[in-house]
Every structure is written in structure tokens, then in C-alpha cells.
Nanobody, 119 residues
Framework: QVQLVESGGGLVQAGGSLRLSCAAS????????MGWYRQAPGKQRELVAD???????NYADSLKGRFTISRDMDKNTVYLQMNSLKPEDTAVYYC?????????????WGQGTQVTVSS
């Protein structure tokens, strides 16, 4: 069974930085994509950034330049460095892992970590 454990959320002033971490445990074999989504109150969950096991990255256009995703493949851990934070970045941030197996793609989610940016 795959589990995702997130850490690093919190309260920060506008212009500040936070770094989120997500460690995956369990059977993660084959091509996979780890990333971050966020959901603000009253809004749909949206992709922030993700990174494949091959090293390819994908960002929400609006966040390029402020957010950076990285992975430690040996530790099955993904990080999200968030700089120049804005109040509109306030949301619950969820770690996501998609594992592509012969039988299909399996989707796993972390419990979410709150990020609050004060003005």
C-alpha cells in the first residue's frame, strides 16, 4: 500500500517562502509522476506542479518562476519550493502520486497541508 506524508505547510506573510515535502512509502515501481495540487475554499483542486520519474516537470502557467518542484528519487520524496508567496496562494496543498502499471494508472493522495499567506 502506498502512503504519502506531507509536511511544511504553515502561515507566512506575503512575499515570504515555504517549502513543502512529501515522502512516499510502499510499492512504487515503474514510471510515476509525483506532484502537488492545491484547493482554495470554494474552488476546484488544481495542479501546481509535477515531476515524472524521468525528470520531466510540469507547472501551472501562473506559478512558473515562483514555485519550483524537485524530487529525491532515492528517498521517494518530492519538494515544492514556494517563493514570493501571495495571499491568493492560500490553499490546502495536496501531494499526488500517479503510478503507471500494466493494469493501469494508480492515483494516490496525501492528507493535505494548509498554506496560509497573510497580506
Amino acid at each position: 500500500q502506498v502512503q504519502l506524508v506531507e509536511s511544511g505547510g504553515g502561515l507566512v506573510q506575503a512575499g515570504g517562502s515555504l517549502r513543502l515535502s512529501c515522502a512516499a512509502s510502499g510499492s512504487i515501481i515503474g514510471f510515476n509522476v509525483m506532484g502537488w495540487y492545491r484547493q482554495a475554499p470554494g474552488k476546484q483542486r488544481e495542479l501546481v506542479a509535477d515531476m515524472s520519474s524521468g525528470g520531466s516537470t510540469n507547472y501551472a502557467d501562473s506559478l512558473k518562476g515562483r514555485f519550483t518542484i524537485s524530487r529525491d528519487m532515492d528517498k521517494n520524496t518530492v519538494y515544492l519550493q514556494m517563493n514570493s508567496l501571495k495571499p491568493e496562494d492560500t490553499a490546502v496543498y495536496y501531494c499526488n502520486l500517479k503510478v503507471h502499471r500494466v493494469r493501469g494508472t494508480y492515483d494516490y493522495w496525501g492528507q493535505g497541508t494548509q498554506v496560509t499567506v497573510s497580506s
